[in-house]
């Protein structure tokens, strides 16, 4: 009798708690957080706690992964509209009563202060996923048109605080799931088509383009400015052209092999402007070169492809959305990031994951990281 009343092993009783974590994705979140913390030691030695901060702001991350890995993904679906339009309507009151820093309104305070822009890089795509999936099997043109401006409107309240970075962390997102849909290329060929014949024409007539006094339609005059000085950062070496320019000195004096921990004389030296959070790509960069780069891309391409991996095996039409939304969100954070250190793409204000200094962004990472192992958890269950 006495065995009916045995309790069960610690290790049995969570077992069905670390069931929810996907091993190959824990595993390259696990290298890039080292690499971040390692990276975070080095150019952020002289900066007060950033360190220790940035092992917190992991484990926080962490710990809200590992809670929301816990959530079956039809529970998600109940988040959509809400999580949406709560952060719609925040989005609207930082334009009436947002907080101004450096010339931008994207602050709201709620008795503390948040930044409801954050909120709809998960709320977007979790809403086209949603609206997706309560369409399946009977999308039209029209669905996808009233998917379009579910994703226009934050994106252009976003844009209007002014913030190119996240708003174009939104819009990829948002883009992924539309086009993960089912979105014909028949509609996705002409917008392409067109944004190179821009982008070429921006290059080719770059000096009367950027001419003193020349006011470009739409853009603010900042985002002009950064545009200009991507083409020609020499146009302003001390000004809008420092941060490039330092970035790719710091990028390319790091070499094969790097100039080694705590060696980075860019870094150390304080030449890198934001050199813990927009532009630490620039310092690892230095300290561990051109083979330290391609390991670092390869821990991002390894995340990127288990995220596909994941959202190809998902069991529902909102469960893969979501899950290649997602990691679309990592692959547009890293590649921007490094482009725009590298000199390829405008400087914004975007994190490399993992490795850049930050509390919100890494929620965030959490937050998204637990949404996939959530989705991995549902198909093994599906299988079993």
């Given at each position: 009798m006495s065995a009916v009343f045995d309790q069960p092993s610690l290790y049995k009783r969570t077992l069905p708690l670390l069931q929810g974590f996907d091993g190959l994705l824990a595993f390259?979140?696990?290298?890039?957080?080292?690499?971040?913390?390692?990276?975070?030691?080095?150019?952020?030695?002289?900066?007060?706690?950033?360190?220790?901060?940035?092992?917190?702001?992991?484990l926080i991350a962490g710990a809200i992964m590992f809670v929301v890995a816990q959530v079956p993904p039809q529970k998600l679906m109940v988040?959509?509209?809400?999580?949406?339009?709560?952060?719609?309507?925040?989005?609207?009151?930082?334009?009436?009563?947002?907080?101004?820093?450096?010339?931008?309104?994207?602050?709201?305070?709620?008795?503390?202060?948040?930044?409801?822009?954050?909120?709809?890089?998960?709320?977007v795509p979790l809403m086209l996923a949603w609206w997706f999936q309560k369409r399946e099997g009977q999308l039209r043109p029209l669905d996808f048109a009233v998917g379009l401006v579910?994703?226009?409107?934050?994106?252009?309240?976003?844009?209007?605080?002014?913030?190119?970075?996240?708003?174009?962390?939104?819009l990829g997102a948002g883009l992924a799931v539309i086009f993960?849909?089912?979105?014909?290329?028949?509609?996705?060929?002409?917008?392409l088509l067109l944004g190179v014949i821009g982008i070429s024409l921006v290059v080719w007539y770059e000096p009367q383009l950027c001419a003193d006094g020349m006011r470009w339609p739409v853009l603010h005059d900042y985002q002009q400015q950064r545009i200009c000085t991507l083409l020609d950062p020499s146009r302003d070496p001390l000004g809008?052209?420092?941060?490039?320019?330092?970035?790719?000195?710091?990028?390319?004096?790091?070499?094969?092999?790097?100039?080694?921990?705590?060696a980075g004389t860019q870094t150390h030296l304080e030449f890198i402007?934001?050199?813990?959070?927009?532009?630490?790509?620039?310092?690892?960069?230095?300290?561990?070169?051109?083979?330290?780069?391609?390991?670092?891309?390869?821990?991002?391409?390894?995340?990127?492809?288990?995220?596909?991996?994941?959202?190809?095996?998902?069991?529902?039409?909102?469960?893969?959305?979501?899950?290649?939304?997602?990691?679309?969100?990592?692959?547009?954070?890293?590649?921007?990031?490094?482009?725009?250190v590298s000199g390829i793409l405008p400087v914004v204000g975007v994190p490399l994951p993992f490795i850049s200094y930050g509390g919100t962004a890494m929620v965030t990472l959490g937050l998204a990281l637990g949404m996939l192992m959530s989705i991995a958890k549902a198909k093994r269950l599906v299988q079993t």
């Amino acid at each position: 009798m006495s065995a009916v009343f045995d309790q069960p092993s610690l290790y049995k009783r969570t077992l069905p708690l670390l069931q929810g974590f996907d091993g190959l994705l824990a595993f390259a979140v696990f290298l890039l957080a080292c690499a971040g913390l390692l990276i975070m030691y080095s150019s952020g030695y002289d900066h007060g706690t950033r360190f220790a901060d940035h092992g917190r702001n992991m484990l926080i991350a962490g710990a809200i992964m590992f809670v929301v890995a816990q959530v079956p993904p039809q529970k998600l679906m109940v988040f959509a509209v809400p999580l949406y339009l709560t952060g719609v309507t925040l989005l609207v009151a930082v334009l009436v009563f947002g907080i101004t820093k450096k010339g931008a309104k994207r602050w709201l305070n709620v008795g503390v202060v948040i930044q409801p822009s954050e909120i709809l890089k998960i709320a977007v795509p979790l809403m086209l996923a949603w609206w997706f999936q309560k369409r399946e099997g009977q999308l039209r043109p029209l669905d996808f048109a009233v998917g379009l401006v579910l994703l226009a409107v934050p994106v252009g309240l976003i844009m209007k605080q002014p913030d190119l970075g996240t708003s174009l962390l939104v819009l990829g997102a948002g883009l992924a799931v539309i086009f993960f849909a089912g979105l014909s290329w028949k509609l996705i060929a002409p917008p392409l088509l067109l944004g190179v014949i821009g982008i070429s024409l921006v290059v080719w007539y770059e000096p009367q383009l950027c001419a003193d006094g020349m006011r470009w339609p739409v853009l603010h005059d900042y985002q002009q400015q950064r545009i200009c000085t991507l083409l020609d950062p020499s146009r302003d070496p001390l000004g809008k052209g420092f941060h490039i320019i330092q970035g790719m000195i710091a990028i390319g004096s790091g070499g094969m092999f790097g100039k080694g921990f705590m060696a980075g004389t860019q870094t150390h030296l304080e030449f890198i402007p934001e050199r813990t959070t927009d532009f630490i790509f620039a310092a690892y960069s230095e300290e561990f070169g051109l083979v330290g780069n391609l390991l670092l891309i390869s821990g991002f391409l390894f995340l990127i492809f288990r995220g596909l991996a994941i959202a190809m095996d998902a069991p529902t039409l909102f469960s893969r959305l979501l899950a290649g939304a997602l990691t679309m969100i990592f692959f547009t954070y890293a590649f921007v990031n490094m482009g725009m250190v590298s000199g390829i793409l405008p400087v914004v204000g975007v994190p490399l994951p993992f490795i850049s200094y930050g509390g919100t962004a890494m929620v965030t990472l959490g937050l998204a990281l637990g949404m996939l192992m959530s989705i991995a958890k549902a198909k093994r269950l599906v299988q079993t």
